[in-house]
């Protein structure tokens, strides 16, 4: 790869596999941003003379914006322990809009029948690791009221931020279920 000169060189990831510079690619011209990397073939020898030359600023993380962060939080999930009736070791369960979806449809079914679909006596929610777990009536509810408490602000911070939330709210709960 031909270039007049770099500036600013600075690690473009955690693990410094990848160096930002502003690449100047013919004298006189204005710098562009650029990426190389030791394992690309054309960027390789810009990758180790930036080395030479050092030194690299460090890897800055991004900031997140708080609709990214609970996009982020949405996707991870909440940990729900659990306790009375039913022990539940703190579990991540999922929180993406297919599983509330999915809760959503038993719930109303519970609220409109009583019981769940089909007249079972249990049901299950799978967790984020993909284990079912199977809960009473009174069970099932409180932990799709969790999820929803949990996932309701966070689309509202995601979807423009109307009660104008300053914070995610926390990612964990823990249930004593009767």
Same mark, same amino acid.
């Given at each position: 790869m031909q270039y007049a000169s770099f500036s600013n060189p600075r690690y473009a990831t955690p693990d410094h596999l990848f160096i930002d510079v502003d690449?100047?690619?013919?004298e006189g011209a204005a710098p562009i941003p650029y990426t190389c990397c030791?394992? *690309?073939p054309i960027s390789a020898d810009l990758f180790a003379e930036v080395l030479l030359v050092g030194p690299v600023a460090p890897y800055v993380a991004p900031v997140l914006t708080l609709a990214e962060?609970?996009?982020?939080?949405?996707?991870?999930?909440?940990?729900?322990?659990?306790?009375?009736?039913?022990?539940?070791?703190?579990?991540?369960f999922p929180t993406d809009p297919d599983t509330q979806q999915k809760i959503g449809?038993?719930?109303?079914?519970v609220n409109a029948e009583g019981t769940f679909p089909g007249g079972a006596t249990s049901y299950p929610i799978k967790d984020a690791a993909g284990v079912w777990h199977t809960f009473t009536v009174a069970q099932y509810k409180a932990v799709a009221a969790a999820i929803a408490a949990y996932a309701a602000p966070l689309i509202l911070i995601? *979807?423009?931020?109307p009660l104008q939330q300053t914070e995610l709210p926390p990612n964990s709960v823990a249930l004593t279920i009767t």
């Amino acid at each position: 790869m031909q270039y007049a000169s770099f500036s600013n060189p600075r690690y473009a990831t955690p693990d410094h596999l990848f160096i930002d510079v502003d690449l100047v690619l013919t004298e006189g011209a204005a710098p562009i941003p650029y990426t190389c990397c030791a394992s *690309d073939p054309i960027s390789a020898d810009l990758f180790a003379e930036v080395l030479l030359v050092g030194p690299v600023a460090p890897y800055v993380a991004p900031v997140l914006t708080l609709a990214e962060q609970a996009a982020a939080a949405l996707a991870a999930g909440l940990t729900i322990a659990l306790s009375g009736s039913i022990t539940l070791p703190p579990t991540v369960f999922p929180t993406d809009p297919d599983t509330q979806q999915k809760i959503g449809l038993v719930v109303t079914n519970v609220n409109a029948e009583g019981t769940f679909p089909g007249g079972a006596t249990s049901y299950p929610i799978k967790d984020a690791a993909g284990v079912w777990h199977t809960f009473t009536v009174a069970q099932y509810k409180a932990v799709a009221a969790a999820i929803a408490a949990y996932a309701a602000p966070l689309i509202l911070i995601i *979807d423009g931020n109307p009660l104008q939330q300053t914070e995610l709210p926390p990612n964990s709960v823990a249930l004593t279920i009767t």
